[in-house]
C-alpha cells in the first residue's frame, strides 16, 4: 500500500520561509505525477504545484515565484520550498500522487500558519 509522510509544516511570520517533505513508500515516485495541494478553512482546496515523471513542473498562479516542487529519485521524496510566506498561504498541506480517474492518493497533510 502507498503511504505518504509530509513533514516540515509549522508556524511563520509573513516573508519567512518553509520547506515542506514528502516520503513515499509503496511507489517509485519518479514513475509518476506528484502534487502538492493545500486546503484552507472555507476556501476550495487548491492545486499549487505539480512535478512530472520527467521532471517538468507547473504552479499555480498564487504561488508562482514563491514556491519550488523538487524530487529526489534515490530517496524517493518531494519537496516545496515555500518563500516568501504570506498570510493566505496559510492552509494545511498535502502531496498526492496525481493518477486521475479517482485513483488520486494523497497524504494526510502537515499544517501551515504566517501570521504577524
Known amino acids: 500500500q502507498v503511504q505518504l509522510v509530509e513533514s516540515g509544516g509549522g508556524s511563520v511570520q509573513p516573508g519567512g520561509s518553509l520547506r515542506l517533505s514528502c516520503a513515499a513508500s509503496?511507489?517509485?515516485?519518479?514513475?509518476?505525477?506528484m502534487g502538492w495541494y493545500r486546503q484552507a478553512p472555507g476556501k476550495q482546496r487548491e492545486l499549487v504545484a505539480v512535478?512530472?515523471?520527467?521532471?517538468?513542473?507547473n504552479y499555480a498562479d498564487s504561488v508562482k515565484g514563491r514556491f519550488t516542487i523538487s524530487r529526489d529519485n534515490a530517496k524517493n521524496t518531494i519537496y516545496l520550498q515555500m518563500n516568501s510566506l504570506k498570510p493566505e498561504d496559510t492552509a494545511v498541506y498535502l502531496c498526492g500522487v496525481l493518477r486521475g480517474g479517482g485513483r488520486d492518493y494523497w497524504g494526510q497533510g502537515t499544517q501551515v500558519t504566517v501570521s504577524s
Open positions: 509503496g511507489a517509485m515516485l519518479q514513475l509518476y505525477v
Open positions: 512535478i512530472a515523471s520527467g521532471g517538468g513542473t
